[in-house]
């Protein structure tokens, strides 16, 4: 018997569902995804059991997504990946491409959004930083965000957290 694409998909979709909802009856608010982003050039998330490595566009996708929860359009994704422009198809086969990888559950669109709270190494930094935790901060970093990354949005996300961490300390 032959197997569709799309049954696989399915079945995919269906898998990873179950073992979100077993991970959550277990153990309510420890299963929030994960990504670490810091000295690093490919992202990490993890989500439950799964740990996926990233792309080093899809981090830089994923990265531009954490920091703004209320989501971005394409046209604002391609800005902030892009020193030229780029045509909303590149766009839209990019997130094609990380909806597959991540599931539907965690990606949206309309705008272009991560669907549930997602914890972020470079966040957490931020976070003691504010709570004047110094060396809680300092222990976090562990280096600069997605390093390599030429995109201008995370170049400026990545001196921001710079700034940060060097005037905290």
């Known amino acids: 018997e032959l197997i569709v694409p799309q049954t696989m998909a399915m079945l995919r979709a ?3 569902l179950a073992e979100l909802e077993l991970l959550r009856s277990e153990n309510p608010g420890a299963n929030r ?3 670490s982003a810091l000295g ?3 992202a990490v998330v993890t989500t439950g059991a799964r740990t996926l490595s990233l792309s080093p566009r899809h981090s830089e996708i994923v990265a531009l997504l954490v920091n703004h929860p209320g989501g971005l359009t394409g046209s604002e994704l391609a800005c902030g990946l892009y020193e030229s422009e780029a045509s909303d198809s590149t766009i839209r086969a990019e997130l094609l491409r990380l909806r597959a990888a991540l599931g539907e559950d965690l990606l949206g669109s309309r705008p272009y959004r991560l669907l549930e709270p997602v914890r972020a190494d470079w966040a957490t930094v931020l ?5 004047g935790d110094i060396a809680a901060a300092a222990q976090a970093y562990s280096g600069p965000l997605l390093p390599r ?3 201008p949005a995370i170049a400026d996300l990545r001196d921001e957290i710079h700034e940060a961490v060097a005037a905290g300390v």
């Open 40 to 42: 690093v050039d490919s």
């Open 127 to 131: 976070d003691r930083l504010a709570e």
């Open 14 to 16: 269906a898998a990873r």
């Open 149 to 151: 990354s030429l995109a």
């Open 33 to 35: 995804p994960r990504v």
